[in-house]
């Protein structure tokens, strides 16, 4: 399984809206295959989850790949999350 990763700059603007927790970073990572993505993600998370209060965002680009992460990461006990699909309407998304 091949996987490479690359950091990339954040915006400065981001930056001063969450200085709290540091300057905020990027990484992308790419998996070669299909059936390893979900267990490279879960796994990335477990460990950058277990650092507390360590806000993280996960983009995913349909509801059905949304779920199955949301799925995937309930199962992390020291990992709070919540699901924000693009298609609700403002007052479900607070």
């Known amino acids: 399984m091949a996987i490479d990763g690359i950091e990339a700059p954040s915006p400065p603007s981001q930056s001063q809206s969450i200085s709290h927790f540091g ?20 796994d990335l998370l ?8 360590l806000p993280m965002v996960v983009c995913c680009s349909s509801r059905d790949e949304l779920d199955a992460v949301s799925s995937a990461v309930s199962n992390l ?8 699909y693009n298609d609700l309407v403002e007052a479900e998304r607070t």
Request: overall charge positive.
């Open 23 to 42: 300057q905020p970073r990027h990484f992308y990572v790419a998996v070669d295959r299909l059936q390893f993505k979900m267990e490279t993600l879960v």
């Open 46 to 53: 477990g460990v950058a989850g277990r650092r507390t209060c």
């Open 77 to 84: 006990p020291y990992i709070s999350f919540s699901s924000l």
